[in-house]
Nanobody
Framework: VQLPGVWGGLVQFGGSLRLSCAAS????????MGWFRQAPGKEREFVAA????????SYADSVKGRFTISRDNAKNTVYLQMNSLKPEDTAVYYC???????????????WGQGTLVTVSS
């Protein structure tokens, strides 16, 4: 599966932004999908993940209650709705595809190009 670049952007503190990642694969529905992010000078970290059939989701504690991951298998697209954004959410965000739902980077075989999300204070 190929994962394209994702459009990010600049948003103010407390604002919202939705990231979309449209995969170019007929087998999209057979992959668990995840979102990760990497802030300057830090390691890439898990943000959220969703199972193949949308039955399960997982979130990092830092984004629970603010971010929502979803997917539309008919459109081969995974979304990350980000609300109540904080400056500490500033990072390059990546979508990823893997066989199993989880927070470990090693579970994901395919990665999209990252996009910068900047939250101004």
């Amino acid at each position: 599966v190929q994962l394209p670049g994702v459009w990010g952007g600049l948003v103010q503190f407390g604002g919202s932004l939705r990231l979309s990642c449209a995969a170019s694969s007929r087998t999209f529905s057979s992959y668990a999908m995840g979102w990760f992010r990497q802030a300057p000078g830090k390691e890439r970290e898990f943000v959220a993940a969703i199972s193949r059939r949308v039955s399960s989701t997982s979130y990092a504690d830092s984004v629970k209650g603010r971010f929502t991951i979803s997917r539309d298998n008919a459109k081969n697209t995974v979304y990350l709705q980000m609300n109540s954004l904080k400056p500490e959410d500033t990072a390059v965000y990546y979508c990823a595809a893997g066989t199993y739902l989880g927070s470990q980077r090693g579970l994901y075989d395919y990665w999209g190009q990252g996009t910068l999300v900047t939250v101004s204070s």
